[in-house]
């Protein structure tokens, strides 16, 4: 599911940015942990009231392995390896900590669950600042037979639900505000660009899985954005979002964008309207990007293309890949049914409803040494 979406490498020096620490104090210092405690507290609140959600929708909730055969097939997340040891010396195997319990969770689907929720804590190289770190904990949840619109409405009860337990009426993040209990805002992707960027995106799309970069390269040095040697037209794209579209979102109320080029979602279906598109969206507030929820790709073959045409971008950009999990492909090819999914930040939510700056904030311990 990725999300809590983190983006190429074009975003990798915001990734890096010192995250904003206690005065200095180690974490575990007590005055540190007492600066801590209200957005603990709050976040404790949030918790419970998210549980209290699921369970009145009627869901289950699960425990997945963070250790997998393959940690997310994203190209530009980077992943913890390990190694799993048996009682012989030969007997070694690598494995991940996950980036997402996607693939785990999807296999319960097949199994049978029509409605599963999961709070897991999942692993992400590379990533620091004031809204990332490298373990963190994601909210992830599955619909069997829904489509992912529906994924509003819960989106829409999780955060109404969390502002109240952390007993606020509205979110301020930044400068910015955000009313969770006002009518929110669906905005399509397209939309977005035409009006904050003035820019036609379908016009510089053909529906490919690697389109050809040059129309919409002009079209951002048009408007002073600058495109770099070897930018990918999905790399552009990810340009434009930063610098004129992303920092309006949610501000206000909350926005749903929709409607993301299909070859921005590999695990997504494409939308029966027009196949250029995709069945996904992301939830933003304060300008802050909380959820990403796809309409979930259910054919093994597509979806196996997808996976080989993301590893071999990864390997060209980064010179790695990451294995594919053929058991999860198995079970597609056993029967997954058409079903909707989504991951939301968990952090970042407590962050909203217990008035955090950082994420830091919102954690007991960051992860030790970073």
Known sequence: MHPHPFR???????LMSAPIRSAELPPWHPEALARRRPYLAARGRV???VRRVFEDLAFIEVDTPALQVSPGMEPHLQAFATEL????????RPLYLHTSPEFAMKKLLVAGLPRLWQLAHV???GERSGTHAPEFSMLE?????EGYRTLIDDCRELLCAGAEAGGRRSFSFRGMTCDPFAPWRVLTVPDAFREYAGIDLMATYDGSHDPDP???AAEAARIGITPHHGDRWEDIVFRIMFDRIEPHLGEGVPCVLTDYPLCMAALSRPKPEDPRLAERFELYA???ELA???GELTDPAVQRARFEADMALKERLYGERFPVDEDFLAALEHGMPQSSGIAMGFDRLAMLCGGAESIEQVLWLPVAGV
């Open 47 to 49: 918790l419970n009231a």
């Open 141 to 145: 949840w599955y619909r069997a037979g």
């Open 214 to 216: 040059a129309a919409l």
């Open 8 to 14: 190429p490498s074009i975003k990798s020096a915001h």
């Open 286 to 288: 304060c300008g802050l």
């Open 123 to 125: 692993y992400r190289n």
């Open 85 to 92: 040891r048996g009682p012989h010396p030969d007997d070694r």
């Open 292 to 294: 990403n929820a796809f």
